[in-house]
Every structure is written in C-alpha cells, then in structure tokens.
T-cell receptor
C-alpha cells in the first residue's frame, strides 16, 4: 500500500484567498507530481519534481506554484484562488531511478472556490 | 502535441458481459501502464507492459501491448459490479534522462447488475 498523503481532503474557499494543498510521502521517492482532474475527466500534469530544489511545470498551464524543500513534501500553493481553480488536485510519487516505475497517487484534494 | 488516444470514452454493460478499452499512440512507447479509478477515488496502478506483444493477466483482466508498441488493450471477462470505474492507460515515451508519461482520457465503465 502506497504511503502518500494529501490534506485537506475537501476545501471550500472564497475567491482571492491564498491556499496551500499539502502532499507528503514516506516512501523516499525522489519523483513527485501534481495532477489536476475535473470530475470524470482526464488527468492533467501541472507540476513535477525530480528531487529536492527541482520543480518543473507540466503540460497544463497553471497559476499554482510548488516547492520541494524536503524529499517527502511537495506542497502546491495558489496565491489568489478563483472559481476557475475548482477541481480535484491529485499528488503522486514514483520510485527513484526507475523511469518506468508506476505512480502512487494520494487520495486527492477536492477544491471548490466560491 | 503527442497524445495517447483511448476509446471508448464510456461503456455501459450488463453484469456478466465482457468489456474492452483500447489505447493508441502515434509514436512508439517505452511502456504502457494501466490505472483504475473508482468513482470518487484516486487512480490506482494495475499493471505495466514493457515488451512488444506482451500479454499479462490478472484474474478476469487481460492486458495486451501491441507488436509495434503503439497500442494496448484491457479486456475484462464477465464484468462484475466491482469493475465499475474509469480505466486509464498511460504511455511512457522518451530516452536517456528525459521520459514523459502521457495519460489517455480514460474509459468510464458502468455495470448494470
């Protein structure tokens, strides 16, 4: 069973607020990812990291930012939330050094911006 | 851009019927991974196929990787209500230290008991 945790599970917040979605994994994986997924829709990669102090933007442009100060922690921040940010955000990690290792996903954060 | 196409988008079956979802890439893949996402849940890794023409089975699920490593399929025999969910394929392409995993749009399977 993968040990990757996301908090909060659900978040309802007003427009303009700053939010941080937390993601932590205890598997020692160097690679971590953030995906955005609308209900029943495809997964869009918005950020990824291949290690500490390494962050890259994904395929889908996002106003969010990420940081990777510790191996186990990969938080995502929205400086000013908007209704268009309403979505599910999924964090994932994969094993170090194996380019074809599978992704382990967290339970996700369902964000609603009112 | 490079994409992984997955069809059908939706499939509704009666319990006991078979189900197949197909995944196609315009370029050769290093490997293909399959994930299942239950309604309200998160994607869970099912299997990975690496070799040309590879076939793997997990109970009632059969996974195939094409000879050209550009297409793949997932077949479920005699579906059960527990099979409900969205099935995603994800193709890995690239080389050296630069690999990219691209997800298909998924196939939502619903099963009528």
């Amino acid at each position: 069973e993968a040990d990757i945790y996301q908090t909060p599970r659900y978040l309802v917040i007003g427009t303009g607020k700053k939010i941080t979605l937390e993601c932590s994994q205890t598997m020692g994986h160097d690679k971590m990812y953030w995906y955005q997924q609308d209900p029943g829709m495809e997964l869009h990669l918005i950020h990824y990291s291949y290690g500490v102090n390494s962050t890259e933007k994904g395929d889908l442009s996002s106003e969010s930012t990420v940081s990777r100060i510790r191996t186990e922690h990969f938080p995502l921040t929205l400086e000013s939330a908007r209704p268009s940010h309403t979505s599910q955000y999924l964090c994932a990690s994969s094993e170090t050094g194996f380019h074809n290792s599978p992704l382990h996903f967290g339970n996700g954060t369902r964000l609603t911006v009112t | 851009g490079q994409q992984v196409m997955q069809i059908p988008q939706y499939q509704h079956v009666q319990e006991g019927e078979d189900f197949t979802t197909y995944c196609n890439s315009s370029t050769t893949l290093s490997n293909i991974q399959w994930y299942k996402q239950r309604p309200g849940g998160h994607p869970v890794f099912l299997i990975q196929l690496v070799k040309s023409g590879e076939v793997k089975k997990q109970k009632r699920l059969t996974f195939q990787f094409g000879e050209a490593k550009k297409n793949s399929s997932l077949h479920i025999t005699a579906t059960q209500t527990t099979d409900v969910g969205t099935y995603f394929c994800a193709g890995l392409r690239g080389g050296g230290s630069n690999y990219k995993l691209t997800f298909g749009k998924g196939t939502l399977l619903t099963v009528n008991p």
